[in-house]
């Protein structure tokens, strides 16, 4: 199995500022996906960060508001910029190791 | 966009009873998967059933899958107060590995 860590586990953020979300594997895989749950409702897919390449992202999402960075096989990185309070949610990243597997997510809230 | 459509959206059972979740989707797949997701916390995978796999077994958890009427269904049987969860339908896309397409969610709450 994958076992999957974020960073920071939980913030609380002020409107306008950035946060950096850290996501490591302790397997090499290939793709990372970021996913996004707004409160009481299902997850969304953000974008897949590619190791060696831009990330691709998915409809309703741009690289402004949220860049992502893959520098190597077990590490990724999502920033949420200039967060508003709509940007509350948890964010967790997932990888593909024979199954699909799920960090524990990142639990943003922003006042 | 999300194409999972999950019913009903909140279940309260009995400890020992079995519940029923159901899941539809709207267009072709790899596969599709079934998630349980305690108080907003990471989600853990429960069972994988492939597009040319019509049922599945995985302790006292039973998917059905029918691709012609693009739904599956997620049975618990003999639940616990501990399956207490939300749990989420996704679904995988032929050309798109690893992206998944999430349903809404049923809430499944077992009353001890």
């Known amino acids: 199995s994958a076992v999957i860590s974020q960073k920071p586990s939980r913030d609380i953020c002020q409107r306008g500022t950035s946060l950096t979300i850290q996501c490591q594997v302790d397997s090499q895989v290939t793709m990372m996906f970021w996913y996004r749950q707004q409160p009481g409702q299902s997850l969304t897919l953000i974008a897949t960060?590619?190791?060696?390449?831009?990330?691709?992202?998915e409809s309703g999402f741009v690289i402004d508001k949220f860049p992502i960075s893959r520098p190597n096989l077990t590490f990724s990185t999502l920033t949420v910029s200039n967060m508003s309070p709509e940007d509350s949610s948890i964010y967790l990243c997932?990888?593909?190791?024979?199954?699909?597997?799920f960090g524990p997510g990142t639990r943003l809230t922003v006042l | 966009s999300q194409q999972g459509e999950e019913d009903p959206q909140a279940l309260s059972i009995q400890e020992g009873e079995n519940a029923t979740m159901n899941c539809s989707y709207k267009?072709?797949?790899?596969?599709l998967q079934w998630y349980r997701q305690n108080s907003g916390r990471g989600l853990v995978h429960l069972i994988l059933i492939r597009s040319n796999e019509r049922e599945k077994h995985s302790g006292r958890l039973r998917v059905t899958l029918d691709t012609s009427k693009k739904s599956s269904s997620l049975l618990i049987t003999a639940s616990r107060a501990a399956d207490t969860a939300s749990y989420f339908c996704?679904?995988?896309?032929?050309?798109?590995?690893?992206?998944?397409?999430f349903g809404q969610g049923t809430t499944l709450q077992v009353k001890p």
């Open positions: 267009t072709s797949i790899n596969n």
């Open positions: 997932s990888v593909v190791w024979h199954t699909q597997y």
């Open positions: 960060a590619n190791q060696g390449s831009e990330a691709t992202y």
């Open positions: 996704a679904t995988e896309a032929p050309s798109n590995t690893g992206k998944l397409i």
